[in-house]
């Protein structure tokens, strides 16, 4: 399947819905945000914002429909603070937002750009306006990392993607308390050779609960002749072990074909980092980083993707051990 031949993801017309022309302050470039639907029905967007310096840092975006006028907030609302968290001295960086009802809060992990690599950090929040930072959880290299919303068996989980000399590939980590992690699971491996993903996965946006299992949007990047090529995959992970990958589609569901998705900082990007599931439970909406340049919408809808990874999946999930670190 590619993306133009019965998408499973479907473009709204007037992508992309939000570029640097809209920000209130100068800036370079808009892309992979967060996205969560609030209580009141609107849709939050905490999007990555590179300034003209290169540094990225976070600013809120709001749209009763999630489509299109959208309120900018007038300043950033979570900026590096490397004076406190030196990790953060080249910037912050895609965040993923998971709300946990147990804290009645939003768990943010994004990215913090150390001198010796990204790394995982994670803040938690109630209104999006206070932000309490637990600061570095997973060490460099690593980052594409969120909170799974619930405790499995008494332990926290997170997925991220360390990259190790085993390669890029996707890990389940548990906690006790959100700041000392372990049991680091392998879920989800870079395939090999001339795969669409062959060269490194990371999560795409936190995984959706579904009866059955979590269903899990990743990228997958292929390095060619031309520069890299980033797209997006499916997997469905076990509902009560996570850390267990049940199903991974074979083929690539959403690649970069739009000129706003090929050309840009970045070439040939598409880049989710939220989806929402709307109050019907079916239809989806995936907000996405276009070339590193602008944010871009698309929609789907859940019976439809389950169905087709049915039947554009292996089993194995390529997986060559349950777990390599214990």
């Not at 499916?234 to 739009?258: H, K, Q, Y």
């Not at 389950?306 to 997986?319: A, K, Q």
Request: proline letters at 9%; charged letters at 20%; one cysteine or more.
């Amino acid at each position: 399947m590619n993306g133009d031949h019965q998408p499973l993801l479907r473009r709204v017309a007037n992508n992309p819905i939000l570029a640097p022309r809209d920000w209130p302050y100068p800036v370079n470039s808009v892309f992979n945000p967060g996205a969560v639907l609030l209580p009141d029905g609107t849709t939050l967007l905490l999007c990555r914002v590179e300034d003209r310096c290169g540094i990225s840092h976070f600013c809120i975006a709001r749209s009763r429909n999630g489509v299109d006028n959208w309120e900018i907030e007038p300043a950033p609302v979570l900026t590096p603070d490397p004076v406190n968290y030196p990790e953060e001295v080249w910037g912050i960086e895609d965040p993923r937002i998971t709300f946990v009802p147990e804290l009645n809060k939003y768990a943010v992990a994004y990215t913090a750009y150390s001198r010796a690599g990204p790394a995982v950090a994670l803040a938690l929040t109630a209104d999006f306006a206070r932000f309490e930072r637990l600061g570095v959880v997973m060490p460099p290299a690593d980052k594409d990392a969120a909170l799974m919303p619930k405790r499995f068996n008494g332990y926290w989980l997170m997925i991220h993607r360390p990259i190790t000399s085993l390669g890029a590939h996707i890990y389940i980590s548990r906690s006790p308390d959100l700041i000392h992690w372990g049991r680091h699971h392998l879920v989800l491996p870079a395939r090999q050779g001339a795969w669409w993903d062959a060269s490194r996965v990371g999560l795409a946006s936190p995984p959706l609960e579904t009866p059955h299992g979590w269903l899990m949007f990743y990228h997958g990047v292929k390095d060619t002749p031309g520069g890299c090529i980033y797209r997006v995959g499916l997997a469905l992970l076990d509902l009560n072990e996570p850390w267990r990958c049940v199903r991974r589609s074979t083929e690539w569901i959403f690649g970069p074909v739009m000129e706003y998705e090929r050309v840009g900082d970045v070439a040939s990007v598409v880049f989710p980092c939220g989806s929402i599931l709307e109050p019907d439970g079916e239809t989806i909406r995936v907000y996405y980083g276009a070339a590193d340049t602008t944010i871009c919408l698309a929609y789907t809808r859940l019976s439809q993707l389950l169905d087709w990874l049915e039947e554009h999946s292996v089993s194995s999930c390529d997986i060559p051990g349950e777990s390599i670190i214990t």
